[in-house]
C-alpha cells in the first residue's frame, strides 16, 4: 500500500464507525486535514477535540475548518497528545469513538519537532482509556526520521499489551508508513 492508500484507508475505518453527534479526538493536527475529516464526520451535534503542540499547526487547523465553515464543530487545544485525558472535558473521557494519530512531523513546518516514542506510546496508553466501548484508534506511523523507528517499536508494544486487555489490533505495513487500528471491545 502506498501513503495515501494507508490515509485513505485510515480514514474509511473511521468513517464506518464515527457518526454525527459523537466525540472523536485528533491527536496530532498537523494541517488539519484529519481534524476537518472528523468534523465533517461529527456534524454540529458533535465535537472533535484536536491536539498538538505547534502553534502554527492550531492556525493551519483553525484555517482549514473556517474555511470550510465548520470552525464550531471542533475544539483546538495546544497540548501534547500525551496529556489529553487532562485537557479534556472530563464528561468526554470514555465517550469518544474515535481517535487519529498521524505521526511524524507537521508538514512544511520544523522538521525537527518530532512525535517521540515516549510521548506517543503514553498518549496511546491514555488514548485507550477515552475510547467508547466499540471505539476505534487509527495510528499511522513513519519511520523514516529520527527517532520514527523507535516510535514505531514503542507503538508496537503499546498495542500488545493493549491487545492482551481486548483490544482487536490490525496492522497494515508498506516500506514507508505503517497503519495500525486498535478496536476497543464492548467489555474493554
Same mark, same amino acid.
Given at each position: 500500500?502506498?501513503?495515501?492508500?494507508?490515509?485513505?484507508?485510515?480514514?474509511? *475505518? %473511521?468513517a464506518q464507525? =464515527?457518526?454525527?453527534?459523537?466525540?472523536?479526538?485528533?491527536?496530532?493536527?498537523?494541517?488539519?486535514? !484529519?481534524?476537518? &475529516?472528523?468534523?465533517?464526520?461529527?456534524?454540529?451535534?458533535?465535537?472533535?477535540?484536536?491536539?498538538?503542540?505547534?502553534?502554527?499547526? =492550531?492556525?493551519?487547523? *483553525?484555517?482549514?475548518?473556517? !474555511?470550510?465553515?465548520?470552525?464550531?464543530?471542533?475544539?483546538?487545544?495546544?497540548?501534547?497528545?500525551?496529556?489529553?485525558?487532562?485537557?479534556?472535558? /472530563?464528561?468526554?473521557?470514555?465517550?469518544?469513538?474515535?481517535?487519529?494519530?498521524?505521526?511524524?512531523?507537521?508538514?512544511?513546518? !520544523?522538521?525537527?519537532?518530532?512525535? *517521540?516514542?515516549?510521548?506517543?506510546?503514553?498518549?496511546?496508553?491514555?488514548? /485507550? *482509556?477515552?475510547?467508547?466501548?466499540?471505539? %476505534?484508534?487509527?495510528?499511522?506511523?513513519?519511520?523514516?526520521?529520527?527517532?520514527?523507528?523507535?516510535?514505531?517499536?514503542? %507503538?508496537?508494544?503499546?498495542?500488545? /499489551?493493549?491487545?492482551?486487555?481486548?483490544?482487536?489490533?490490525e496492522l497494515?505495513?508498506?516500506?514507508?508508513?505503517? &497503519?495500525?487500528?486498535?478496536?476497543?471491545? %464492548?467489555?474493554?
Amino acid at each position: 500500500m502506498t501513503y495515501i492508500s494507508l490515509t485513505k484507508a485510515a480514514q474509511d *475505518r %473511521i468513517a464506518q464507525t =464515527l457518526q454525527p453527534g459523537q466525540f472523536a479526538i485528533d491527536a496530532t493536527m498537523g494541517n488539519g486535514h !484529519d481534524t476537518l &475529516f472528523l468534523a465533517e464526520l461529527v456534524g454540529a451535534e458533535g465535537r472533535v477535540f484536536g491536539f498538538d503542540i505547534q502553534q502554527q499547526a =492550531l492556525a493551519n487547523t *483553525r484555517q482549514r475548518l473556517a !474555511d470550510a465553515g465548520i470552525e464550531n464543530h471542533a475544539t483546538l487545544i495546544q497540548g501534547g497528545h500525551e496529556h489529553m485525558e487532562l485537557l479534556l472535558p /472530563s464528561r468526554v473521557v470514555g465517550q469518544i469513538s474515535a481517535i487519529m494519530f498521524n505521526l511524524g512531523y507537521l508538514p512544511g513546518g !520544523d522538521k525537527h519537532t518530532v512525535t *517521540r516514542s515516549d510521548t506517543t506510546s503514553a498518549a496511546i496508553d491514555v488514548a /485507550s *482509556r477515552l475510547l467508547a466501548p466499540e471505539g %476505534i484508534m487509527t495510528i499511522l506511523v513513519y519511520r523514516g526520521h529520527p527517532g520514527g523507528q523507535d516510535e514505531a517499536d514503542a %507503538i508496537s508494544r503499546a498495542l500488545d /499489551s493493549m491487545s492482551q486487555k481486548g483490544f482487536e489490533i490490525e496492522l497494515y505495513t508498506s516500506p514507508g508508513p505503517w &497503519f495500525y487500528l486498535a478496536k476497543k471491545s %464492548i467489555q474493554t
